[in-house]
């Protein structure tokens, strides 16, 4: 198909800085593909790079079941992160910020040494990988009222909206990341709960998969990359005025307060 990639990038773009969504993505259906998606997230990227933006990592989306049911897509989405995305845990989020938001659970790995390819392993995975920490993925689409299929949210970078860490770094050999619980609480009050062993089985398949999905577009990961695995529980709609926090059962939480400040 005849697509204008910039065009496309470019009013993606524009809906993220204005705070005003876009009906659709693309023209037409006809004739998308994965690869024309990735390349309008590719052009965007471009730009922000171009711009003075920083690439800090990756992240993988709708890997778990409870996110693929939330959202009505039905396989995983991934994407760059840029650093303008990080926050700092335990400080305000502005809802200036974002459209309409979510936030979810999840596993950030951080790297030692670079990893990629079409035959990575769970063991690569694990060799490449320097520390683990809990994280908070806050996504939000630019499509007006989320109604996105899988070309929308790749060229829309994964709807990410943005990322925050929290320090409580573990070696993977200190972890059960087969079976490590999650809950997220808003106001100190549990509204969702999950488990790692529900991202892919573990989340260390997951980045093997999303290394492996992405090689063929080739994207690969640097040594200080931020990559997260996704989520492990449904998301939950984010409210002004609320105190967040993500919790994993024996290793950490992160927090924020979702409110107007720094």
Known sequence: MSLN????ADRLLEARKNRVPVDKVFPTEDGLSVALAIQVQQEIIRKEVEEGGRIAGF???NIAAAM???FGVDQ???GYLMERLFHFENLPISPDHFISPYVELEPAFVLKHDL???QVTAADVISATDYVLPALEIIDSRVKDWKIGIYDTLADCGSVGGVILGAQPR???ELDLTNTAGDILVNGKVVAQGNTGDIYGNPV???AWVC???SEFGISFKKGDIILAGSCLAAVEMTPGTAITGRFAGWGDVSFEYRNGR
């Open 68 to 70: 693929q049911n939330k």
């Open 76 to 78: 995983p989405d991934f």
């Open 5 to 8: 990639i910039e065009a496309v």
């Open 59 to 61: 992240k993988l989306g």
């Open 212 to 214: 492996r999905r992405v």
């Open 171 to 173: 070696q993977i050999s």
């Open 116 to 118: 990629g390819g079409s």
């Open 205 to 207: 398949s997951a980045i």
